[in-house]
């Protein structure tokens, strides 16, 4: 079946340093989806991302998608500490049921204030 | 504006014992449903998803059941729960397709098994 897998599973950083995630799916993907969750709570949508090669931009985050649409990365720059929290990809197969994203395991980002 | 409710909000219950969860959504109609379980606070597991009223999809063979009643109601069940069924488990919808829709959650249930 199809895998999303993320790397690092852990950051820690200190305040001000710059964060990525990665994301790569074994399948190529139609969409993928990046959630933040904060300890104690729920996954929030943060962004898709559709087209090959797309990059979009919210404040300090910058979100990619491969050319391959197979990979994806999100780049936080000059972190803070209320972007603590753990980060999800999650992806739909190209091909495969509208209904159903595949989520990675996340990356759980700690700042040191 | 669309809400999603979920309850319990924590939930302790010995093994062996019936379970009974329950998510309603508000604001929307036909809803695509879903049950996740997030152990130790990391990755999402797809456990059921529905796409109307009595149709339900299940992902992963366990000794868990899902239901959709009406509309905009989910449940998830087990008649004995395992040891292994602990964790938080959250419930989900999105609109339109869905796989192209963001997916919007509930706080969760924290269920510990004793």
């Known amino acids: 079946g199809q895998q999303v897998m993320q790397i690092p599973q852990y950051q820690h950083v200190q305040e001000g340093e710059d964060f990525t995630t990665y994301c790569n799916s074994s399948?190529?993907?139609?969409?993928i989806q990046w959630y933040k969750q904060r300890p104690g709570g729920h996954p929030v949508f943060l962004i898709q991302?559709?087209?090959?090669?797309e990059v979009k931009k919210q404040k300090r985050l910058t979100f990619q998608f491969g050319e391959a649409k197979k990979n994806s990365s999100l780049h936080i720059t000059a972190t803070q500490t209320t972007d603590v929290g753990t980060y999800f990809c999650?992806?739909?197969?190209?091909?495969?049921?509208?209904?159903?994203?595949?989520f990675g395991k996340g990356t759980l980002l700690t700042v040191n204030p | 504006s669309q809400t999603i409710h979920q309850w319990p909000a924590t939930l302790v219950q010995p093994v062996g014992s019936p379970l009974s969860l329950e998510c309603t959504v508000e604001g929307t109609s036909n809803p695509n449903l879903y049950w996740y379980r997030q152990a130790a606070g990391r990755g999402l597991q797809l456990l059921f998803y529905?796409?109307?009223?009595?149709?339900i999809s299940s992902e992963v063979p366990q000794n868990l059941s899902a239901s959709r009643p009406q509309d905009r109601q989910f449940i998830l069940s087990s008649k004995k729960l395992l040891l292994s069924d602990s964790g938080f488990y959250l419930c989900?919808?999105?609109?339109?397709?869905?796989?192209?829709?963001?997916?919007?959650f509930g706080d969760g249930t924290r269920l510990s098994i004793l």
């Open positions: 999650a992806g739909r197969r190209s091909g495969g049921s509208n209904y159903k994203l595949t």
């Open positions: 989900a919808w999105t609109d339109g397709t869905g796989g192209l829709q963001p997916q919007h």
């Open positions: 399948t190529t993907l139609s969409n």
């Open positions: 529905s796409v109307g009223i009595g149709q």
């Open positions: 991302l559709v087209k090959s090669g």
